[in-house]
């Protein structure tokens, strides 16, 4: 069995202190924080993401400011699916993407 890169494989996923992100703890030691309308903004489903072109086509005014997940289920050992308050629940997050966008996030000042 080959080892799992340590920047990709969460120890630890949960609310931050004061419950308004989720917070990724990275094997490497790297955390990432989410808002969670960034997170729904972000969705790679089907849905949101047209599969052809790769255009986003969730509009960001179809998505409530104050939407939350409702719950968070594990894909294996390789991602993360969210149920939103607003009902949408297709998009597989994996650890990759999340790590990926929780740096463009923190780069970018979001």
Do not use: N
């Not at 409530?64 to 594990?74: L, R, V």
Request: charged share 25%; with cysteine.
């Amino acid at each position: 069995m080959t080892e799992r890169d340590p920047r990709i494989e969460p120890l630890d996923i949960g609310p931050t202190e004061d419950e308004a992100r989720l917070l990724i703890r990275w094997k490497d030691g790297y955390a990432s924080e989410f808002i969670p309308r960034d997170l729904r903004l972000l969705c790679p489903c089907a849905g949101c993401v047209d599969e052809f072109t790769h255009e986003r086509t969730l509009k960001p005014e179809m998505v409530p400011m104050d939407i939350y997940p409702t719950a968070i289920h594990y894909v294996g050992r390789y991602a993360l699916q969210f149920v939103w308050s607003d009902g949408h629940s297709t998009g597989m997050y994996t650890f990759e993407y999340l790590r990926e966008i929780g740096e463009g996030l923190l780069q970018s000042g979001a």
